[in-house]
């Protein structure tokens, strides 16, 4: 697996400049004025790699999950 690194805080950016292939990642912990992480995503990925995996990591999406949850 390739190392990926922390996104740089320079590429950051707000919801009004941010562009197609900008990592949507909101960074600030205020969601009234959104900071988006802005680093450049790879193609058809709305995050970044470094976010990418984070998201991932956060919502399991395991078939094992699924079932056990089922009431
Ligand atoms: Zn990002």
């Known amino acids: 697996m390739p190392e990926i690194s922390e996104p740089s805080p320079r590429t950051q950016t707000t ?3 941010l562009q197609a ?3 949507r990642f909101i960074v600030s912990d205020e969601h009234s004025k ?3 992480c802005g ?3 790879q193609e058809g990925s709305s995050w ?3 976010h990418r995996r984070l998201v991932y990591v956060r919502t399991p999406m395991t078939g094992a999950d699924a079932g056990k949850r089922r009431s």
């Open 39 to 41: 680093s450049e995503t």
């Open 21 to 23: 292939r900008q990592c």
């Open 15 to 17: 919801l009004f400049k």
């Open 34 to 36: 959104a900071i988006f």
């Open 48 to 50: 970044c790699p470094w």
